[in-house]
T-cell receptor, first 117, second 113 residues
Framework: AQTVTQSQPEMSVQEAETVTLSCTYD???????LFWYKQPPSRQMILVIR????KQQNATENRFSVNFQKAAKSFSLKISDSQLGDAAMYFC??????????????WGLGTSLAVNP | DGGITQSPKYLFRKEGQNVTLSCEQN?????MYWYRQDPGQGLRLIYY???????QKGDIAEGYSVSREKKESFPLTVTSAQKNPTAFYLCASKEQDINYGYTFGSGTRLTVV
């Protein structure tokens, strides 16, 4: 069974600095998708970034980028120039592309990020 | 603007009562999902529906029921059989066969009193 592990329950960063959140996953599949979601205090889940496993190039979205290491099954999120609005819970998620349950997301337990002014 | 609307935002239930959480989307998405979120446990899938008039159990379906009579609507009923219903409930939707991320509603906080 696939699993997603976020080893950092809490992280903090100074405003304008860079922070990296870790995520590892376990799967025997070769084709899948990985996601980072942000859950601010409003508790609405917001998609931050998405990575297709067949793509070698790391995804980027403005200040957010990932370091996707397929062989190591690692998918870390880097936030550059951190802003106060980045303070939130961040979840890593995995979804396989094949099989009857391919629409099921597997979630990590989250990392709570604090941004200090 | 397109999106997912969950109501109510806060809901209080007496023990032994059934309550229904509403989820409506105007994104024309085929697939809809219900998740439960508890502190320290992340998100757990309750039920999902890939098409109207069809739905499947997720990982923690016991004590819950759903219906999908319209594409736009996927209500969740928390029955009295659910022994520990106090939690935050999130509804999500996705276009079928497109592997983009899900779109989530703003959630319902259910408390048993």
């Amino acid at each position: 069974a696939q699993t997603v592990t976020q080893s950092q329950p809490e992280m903090s960063v100074q405003e304008a600095e860079t922070v990296t959140l870790s995520c590892t996953y376990d799967t025997s599949e070769s084709d899948y998708y990985l996601f980072w979601y942000k859950q601010p205090p409003s508790r609405q889940m917001i998609l931050v970034i998405r990575q297709e496993a067949y793509k070698q190039q790391n995804a980027t979205e403005n200040r957010f980028s990932v370091n996707f290491q397929k062989a190591a099954k690692s998918f870390s999120l880097k936030i550059s120039d951190s802003q106060l609005g980045d303070a939130a819970m961040y979840f890593c998620a995995y979804r396989r592309t094949k099989g009857g349950n391919n629409r099921k997301l597997i979630w990590g337990l989250g990392t709570s990020l604090a941004v200090n002014p | 603007d397109g999106g997912i609307t969950q109501s109510p935002k806060y809901l209080f239930r007496k023990e032994g009562q059934n309550v229904t959480l509403s989820c409506e989307q105007n994104l024309n998405h085929d697939a809809m999902y219900w998740y439960r979120q508890d502190p320290g446990q992340g998100l757990r899938l309750i039920y999902y529906s890939q098409i109207v008039n069809d739905f499947q159990k997720g990982d923690i379906a016991e004590g819950y029921s759903v219906s999908r009579e319209k594409k736009e609507s996927f209500p969740l009923t928390v029955t009295s059989a659910q022994k520990n219903p106090t939690a935050f409930y999130l509804c999500a939707s996705k276009e079928q066969d497109i592997n983009y991320g899900y779109t989530f509603g703003s959630g319902t906080r259910l408390t048993v009193v």
